[in-house]
């Protein structure tokens, strides 16, 4: 009988060299889950465990946000609500360099305060945003890689699906955990836009410089806002009143856009057809991959290597800031491979008691988790983000989108060194609020 | 080979229509939520309205499969395999499908026995008590075309 | 030869029943003298609580540990303990729930071997602003589930269905008033932090069966002796599980009074008021019963009786 941890090596390589074969990620993942399941228990149980991920992925709940909001980013595509909106970001922003990267940011960074998922934040906000940058002579690297790293802060920002997660498993308060969400979201922001004006102006070719405009046409593009601000005044308003959950937001958001696009007669029955036929397309590769990461997560937890690994971490008896080091270490090869909340599940369980008996504060962990978490979803060769920006704009090869991400993922490494090294950045909001 | 041709259009058609059903499911979804938000403000809402999104949204996902494979559909990554010959590209490609057809063929069987366990057992959603084992008679049917899809990828 | 077989449980291994279900499995070995090793897989990592009871029959895991209501319409005999009974605490609702499944020995739980049954305390109503009668709650959004959602109902509340996940933002941004469930979810989903008040309607209590249950083929192949090991630690540990829900309860309100938050006693006439409202939730499921060929009515008698004398012998 093969040993578990032997099993699990060998899944790993398989999958390496099944990625290389051009099989589409999702079956990679699904086809080593259930062969390395069936190895260790037996194929029969792989086939119901396969069956029942995928079922279970597919009608998730908490899943269908990525459907509702990418439609909700489609409709605001044909009906050019997004359009408008760059005409006026360019306006304002277009001289700048990467300007328009940086209004992408921005306005990532304000979508997540609406959503809690990093993927369906991702999928908006690139069916949005990449044609509007390409359209201003923006390279596909540094459009793609934006939103890649962008749609991240999905889960930095409050609402997240990770916090709520780390506080239920850790009995953290959730509040707290999103209050500490916040500071390190707005550095990381900032860091994000940067990061963007640097690499714009080492290699100016990739984001073109627009003219200065006239403050004549700044006001005239202002008009142009009208649709969005209506949108996100809907969307934030019915939240802060309790109309409706960050969930069904997503529901509500694509309505409303369907609604003032049909009201303005900005969205016609061809542009209609596409946005749906696009959402169900995009939603059902997201989906895809989502089920497949699960199974092959499934087949990990059986192999029980990230326990191992975990537990030979504790026992390495190392100094404090050590463990914190071998800690992030494994969240970024596991992030690599797994999905980041069945990764939490799998180790957040050994890694925080000895965290916390370091002394470390549970909620800087948890913020810690979320920016590491946030590369995860952005390196090779499984950077959910990267797949999900590659499933909107499938003309951008994946090499090219991973390439356009590094400049981001530098000032990500530098966010988490910050937090890391200045534990307050995301403690002093939540201490305050006591 | 003029039947083979015949069975790509009817399946193209297929896929066609299913995506069409998976466009229905999203509005579905959306409407439901809508509706949901909507009649609870007045205090009268569905009251498992989830459970519905839910399921329509395993629908809509089953239902595009066939469509997105179809347009060249799910994220690979292709730039190793695209550096080969054509000949041994060509193999590559048959026999990636060949096993994507075994293996969802195998799953798309074993869908089917749980619809058949799930209808057997009677088993409902937790609050709106809808049957379940239609849902993912849906889910295999989505599968079902998809595999076809796949085999007419063979060639 | 050592018996090896992975066991999973979907509450977080935080959570005091994973760390019962981990104290039963270390018994298990330890009672065997290490021939029977089971290995927990907590969180819901191999199997959630949905797939659980699949996922033992299909050989995904050897045991589980899940809800029977997650499958709901499998488990019709099972459901009645799921009804407003008035459950005192949670170890009297542990104890009735498995003399239950030993008297009506139920036909929907053939394809598995049961090894134990337990159940949380009383199943209350939390709130952002304090229900003292029927005519508070009268109108209010409550989160609730399958059959809760019906005692929400009956309690001329409106239920609003939504996962125990998603709760906690719905309470916090008002688009639910309340939630039904037992009083450690105050503290084991944090949400003392959304809610000021609890009511005390232990009279219209809830509670929600879980059971722990192995393969039928892998029990089959365990020799008598270890068999007997099993189930005498199974026995035992059914008070462990019911004491555990107690000590979660009690550390949900402790939380809670400690964050300010309050409790509110119903009058004797508001009791019996409540009482009297979810009664149409009983005869409903004996309804439902009777059409699927049970006796509905005998099933909800049996767990009164036991229920009377669980109470009796525990003194309280
Ligand atoms: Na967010
Ligand atoms: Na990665």
Known sequence: MISPTAAGAAGFLFLFVLLFTGMPVGFVMALTGILGFGALVSFDAALNLAVRDIVDIFGSYNLTVIPLFIFMGQIAFHAGISTRLFTAAYRFMGHLPGGMAIATIGACAGFSAICGSTNATCATMASVTIPEMKRYGYKDSIASGVVAAGGSLGILVPPSVIFILYGIMTEQSIGGLFMAGILPGILLTVLFAASIAIWALVDPAVAPRGPKSSAKERIASLSGLVETLLLFALVMGGLFFGLFTPTEAGGIGAFGTLAIALARGTIDTAGLVAALSETTRISCMILVIVAGATIFGHFLAVTRIPFEIATAVVEMDLPPYAVIALIILVYLVGGCFIDALALIMLTVPIFYPVVTQLGFHPMWFGVVIVLVTQIGVITPPVGINVYVVRSVVPDIPLAVIFKGVLPLLAALALAALLVVLFPDIALVLPEAMR | MIRAGHLTTALTKGATFSSWLAAACLLGMMGATCLDVALRFFRYPIAGAYETVGFLGALMVAFALADTTLKGGHIAVEFLADKLPPAPRKWLNRTVTLVLIILFGLLTLRMGRHALELKEAAEVSMTLKIPVWPVVTGITAGMGLFVAVLVTRLR | ?316
């Open chain 3, 1 to 316: 030869k050592t018996w090896r077989f992975t066991y999973s449980v979907f509450f977080p291994a935080s959570h005091a029943q994973a760390k019962a279900a981990q104290a039963w499995a270390n018994e298990v070995e330890t009672q065997s003298d290490g021939r029977i090793k089971i290995t927990v897989f907590p969180g819901g990592t191999l199997t959630n609580a949905k797939n659980c009871y699949d996922g033992v029959t299909g050989g995904i895991s050897d045991i589980g540990m899940s809800v029977f209501a997650y499958n709901r319409g499998r488990f019709p005999v099972m459901e009645a303990c799921d009804l407003p009974m008035g459950y005192p605490d949670g170890l009297t609702a542990s104890r009735v729930v498995n003399a239950y499944h030993r008297a009506t020995a139920p036909k929907e739980l053939e394809k598995v071997k049961v090894l134990y049954l337990h159940a949380h305390g009383p199943g209350l109503l939390h709130t952002k602003k304090p229900v003292a009668s029927l005519a508070d709650l009268k109108g209010m959004k409550i989160r609730s589930t399958g059959l809760s959602a019906k005692v929400v109902e009956a309690l001329g509340a409106v239920p609003v269905a939504m996962p125990q996940g998603s709760t906690y933002e719905a309470l916090q941004k008002g688009v639910v008033e309340g939630t039904f469930g037992p009083v450690e979810v105050l503290k084991g989903w944090r949400q003392a932090e959304v809610v000021s008040s609890t009511t005390l309607c232990g009279a219209v209590g809830y509670t929600t069966t879980m059971y722990v249950v192995m393969n039928k083929r892998k029990w089959n192949a365990l020799p008598d002796d270890l068999k007997a090991v099993m189930e005498e630690t199974s026995t035992r540990w059914v008070d462990v599980h019911g004491k555990a829900w107690d000590d979660s309860d009690t550390l949900g309100m402790d939380a809670s009074l400690e964050r300010g938050n309050r409790t509110v006693p119903l009058s004797a006439d508001e009791n019996a008021a409540w009482k009297e409202a979810v009664r149409p939730v009983v005869t409903d499921y004996i309804s439902r019963a009777s059409k699927k060929g049970m006796d509905g009515a005998a099933l909800v008698e049996t767990l009164k009786r036991l229920m009377a004398g669980q109470t009796l012998a525990s003194g309280s």
